[in-house]
């Protein structure tokens, strides 16, 4: 049973999909550690109804991503973590924390990337520039994540075929639909050793 810690900053419906799949036994693993960079983010309640423990670390708290990420570092030591899962975190780690869980920190981003990912591309902006290219699919991706936004070896993508009708808020209600399953798909396989270092870029579908 691995040992995960999910960071958030929204509303968690991402953090939501893994504790039900650790709950089911899908994901052989526990969330032990849910981290929000949000004092304010529904998924802290989401965590502590479900008795995980919690910790609340403001970026703006701290002069730069590296001592923000020294905090984060400082909370979960001990904690004998194996996986750190970002679920809608919307801060950049340092490369403290990086380095410490090389190969174990992932990212789920809601696009096909290497496309429509990077700074900035977040939240409906990422389903707003989908539409606006007239392109033909997006999706989610499953990555390791580095010292650049949405940049690590993938993992695991799903492809969903965007509609002319639809809108960015329609793809956006269908890409996480997705997100709900991959994600735990993707910590399944980590969990069951079945994910190389330089990622999987398994596609699904
Ligand atoms: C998801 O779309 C995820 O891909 C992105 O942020 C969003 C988080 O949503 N990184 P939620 O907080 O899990 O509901």
Do not use: W
């Not at 960079?37 to 910790?55: C, M, Q, V």
């Not at 194996?82 to 809608?88: K, P, Q, S, T, V």
């Not at 997006?138 to 993992?155: A, F, L, Q, R």
């Amino acid at each position: 049973m691995i040992r995960i810690a999910v960071f958030v900053s929204g509303s968690g419906t991402n953090l939501q999909s893994l504790i039900d799949s650790c709950k089911t036994g899908f994901i052989p693993g526990n969330i032990v550690l849910v981290i929000s960079s949000n004092p304010g983010a529904y998924a802290l309640r989401r965590a502590e109804k479900n008795g995980i423990e919690t910790a609340v670390v403001v970026r703006k708290d701290f002069g730069d991503k590296e001592n923000f990420s020294a905090a984060i570092l400082e909370i979960l030591k001990g904690k004998d973590i194996n996986l750190i899962c970002l679920a809608g975190f919307l801060q950049q780690l340092g490369g403290n924390i990086i380095r410490e869980y090389e190969r174990r920190i992932i990212n789920i981003h809601p696009a096909l990337l290497p496309d429509f990912g990077g700074r900035g591309m977040y939240g409906m902006r990422v389903h707003e520039a989908v539409i606006k290219s007239k392109a033909e699919y997006s999706g989610c991706t499953v990555h390791y994540v580095d010292e650049e936004y949405d940049h690590g070896p993938v993992i695991m993508q799903k492809r969903v075929a965007v509609e002319e009708n639809d809108t960015p808020e329609t793809l956006a209600e269908k890409v996480l639909k997705e997100e709900h399953k991959l994600y735990p798909e993707a910590v399944r396989k980590f969990a069951l050793g079945q994910i190389g270092l330089s990622g999987g870029a398994a596609e699904k579908g």
